[in-house]
C-alpha cells in the first residue's frame, strides 16, 4: 500500500513539474503584435436634408497599435447607404479614412444607418452610425400647355 502512494505522488510530481516547464515557454500576449484602431468619432448627424440629396460624411480612424491594420469589409446596414474605405494597410501611428454616403431619394423622415467595419486589430469589429430627418422634396407642379381654340 506504501508503494501504491509513493508511486502516485510520483506521478503526480513529474506531471506538475512538466506541466510548470510548459506555461514557461508561452507568449503573453503584450509581446504579440497587434493593430489597434481609434476611431475619433463614431456618429455623425447630418441634421435636416432635403429630400434627393446625397449626404456624405468621413470619418477618421487612426492605428495605434504596433502592426499594420487591415479593413477586411466594411458593410453598411442598408443599400441607401454607400461606404468608401482606406483599402490598403494603414501603417502603426498612421491614419486612414472611412466616408459614409447617404442616398436620401425616396427616403422622407428620420433615419439612422450602421456601418459595420471588419478589421484585423484588437476586438477584430467596430461600428459606425450616421443619422438625420429627411425633408420631403417639394412637389413638381408640371406645366399645362394650353392650344388656342379656334
Same mark, same amino acid.
Request: proline share 5%.
Given at each position: 500500500?506504501?508503494? &501504491?502512494? $509513493? &508511486?502516485?505522488? $510520483?506521478?503526480?510530481?513529474?506531471?506538475?513539474?512538466?506541466?510548470?516547464?510548459?506555461?514557461?515557454?508561452?507568449?503573453?500576449?503584450?509581446?504579440?503584435?497587434?493593430?489597434?484602431?481609434?476611431?475619433?468619432?463614431?456618429?455623425?448627424?447630418?441634421?435636416? &436634408?432635403? #429630400?434627393?440629396?446625397?449626404?456624405?460624411?468621413?470619418?477618421?480612424?487612426?492605428?495605434?497599435?504596433?502592426?499594420? &491594420?487591415?479593413?477586411?469589409?466594411?458593410?453598411?446596414?442598408?443599400?441607401?447607404?454607400?461606404?468608401?474605405?482606406?483599402?490598403?494597410?494603414?501603417?502603426?501611428?498612421? #491614419?486612414? #479614412?472611412?466616408?459614409?454616403?447617404?442616398?436620401?431619394?425616396?427616403?422622407?423622415?428620420?433615419?439612422?444607418?450602421?456601418?459595420?467595419?471588419?478589421?484585423?486589430?484588437?476586438?477584430?469589429?467596430?461600428? $459606425?452610425?450616421?443619422?438625420?430627418?429627411?425633408?420631403?422634396?417639394?412637389?413638381?407642379?408640371?406645366?399645362?400647355?394650353?392650344?388656342?381654340?379656334?
Amino acid at each position: 500500500m506504501k508503494n &501504491l502512494f $509513493l &508511486l502516485l505522488a $510520483l506521478v503526480f510530481g513529474f506531471t506538475t513539474l512538466s506541466q510548470a516547464q510548459s506555461d514557461d515557454n508561452k507568449l503573453t500576449l503584450s509581446t504579440e503584435a497587434k493593430a489597434q484602431m481609434v476611431i475619433a468619432e463614431k456618429s455623425h448627424d447630418f441634421g435636416t &436634408l432635403t #429630400e434627393g440629396v446625397q449626404a456624405t460624411h468621413t470619418f477618421t480612424f487612426k492605428n495605434t497599435g504596433n502592426a499594420p &491594420l487591415v479593413l477586411n469589409s466594411v458593410r453598411a446596414s442598408c443599400g441607401c447607404t454607400t461606404p468608401k474605405w482606406t483599402k490598403e494597410a494603414v501603417a502603426p501611428g498612421e #491614419e486612414g #479614412e472611412i466616408t459614409a454616403i447617404y442616398n436620401s431619394k425616396g427616403r422622407p423622415g428620420n433615419f439612422t444607418k450602421t456601418i459595420t467595419i471588419n478589421h484585423n486589430g484588437e476586438g477584430g469589429t467596430a461600428f $459606425l452610425t450616421i443619422r438625420g430627418v429627411v425633408k420631403k422634396a417639394p412637389a413638381q407642379v408640371k406645366p399645362t400647355v394650353a392650344t388656342p381654340v379656334e
